[in-house]
């Protein structure tokens, strides 16, 4: 008999969720059937974009794992075998490799419940959550593909301690640009600084209009946007002409009533 722990919503919340707004809770899980295969989480996500995405009371949040096999009955996953499952919060799972996803959104989370990933070596597989899962990409693509950065460019990047932010910023600045960050704490701004941003400022202590009449007075050619609202509506009119602008995130916006957008105009 395996049994399993996972967590669920045990009551509604608004605004920030809290411990008391989730329980851990233990379950039999049945044998397998042909095909099927027994994975142990090794590392469970905790992202953002979870808060916005529609949970019931009882049901497991959304989140990526990494997972090991630990037994199975599909020749093509073997004992071992490392993957990539979007089954939420919860240590075994008993599943089929071409499962339809429950947690499954056009353009927001996969098809397929599970993918296989290559064995990292001497690199720790919780990359797969971060700098090479769907954090590092999103810095990535939204940057090189959104925001195309040139040589000289002023680069602003909002949340810039973040999973997605740091990868962001680390690579504008690859490309020879002048990167200027915002963080919460000290901690964070000297974090960032030891990443090699060029400028950095804690927004609760220092304006966005300050810190770019400091840092970028004639403008800025990219932005990168984590926050949302009208942190953003400021940046956006600090854009150089043909300023170009990656709306990545709305963190400023995830815990408010109804996920409300605020201040904007784009």
């Given amino acids: 008999m395996v049994v399993a722990r996972r967590w669920i919503q045990s009551k509604p919340f608004q605004g920030a969720a809290t411990l008391e707004c989730f329980q851990l809770i233990e379950e039999e899980l049945p044998g397998l059937k042909n ?42 996953y073997p004992v071992g075998k490392l993957v990539l499952a979007m089954v939420g919060w919860r240590d075994k799972t008993v599943l089929h490799p071409d499962q339809f996803n429950p947690y499954y959104v056009p353009r927001f989370a996969p098809e397929k419940t599970i993918s296989e990933l290559p064995d990292l070596g001497d690199f720790p597989s919780s990359l797969y959550l971060g700098i090479l899962g769907m954090p ?52 964070k701004i000297d974090w960032l600084k030891s990443l090699g941003f060029d400028y950095v400022f804690n927004y609760k202590e220092t304006t966005l209009d300050e810190a770019l009449q400091k840092f970028a007075p004639d403008g800025i050619d990219c932005y990168f946007d984590n926050v949302g609202g009208s942190y953003s509506q400021t940046a956006l009119n600090a854009l150089k002409p043909r300023g170009r602008m990656c709306c990545c995130g709305y963190i400023s916006a995830y815990d408010t009533l109804n996920h409300q957008l605020g201040e904007c105009n784009y």
């Fill in 35 to 76: 095909d099927e295969i027994l994975i142990e989480a090794l590392y469970l996500s905790v992202d953002p974009y979870m808060r916005v995405y529609p949970i019931q009371v009882d049901r497991t949040p959304i989140a990526l794992q990494v997972a090991r096999v630990t037994e199975s009955k599909n020749a093509d």
């Fill in 136 to 187: 590092g990409l999103s810095g990535y693509f939204g940057l090189l593909r959104q925001c195309r950065p040139k040589k000289g460019d002023v680069v602003l990047i909002s949340s810039a301690a973040s999973a997605v932010g740091s990868v962001a910023g680390q690579i504008a600045k690859l490309k020879g640009c002048t990167v200027i960050g915002s963080a919460g704490s000290q901690k």
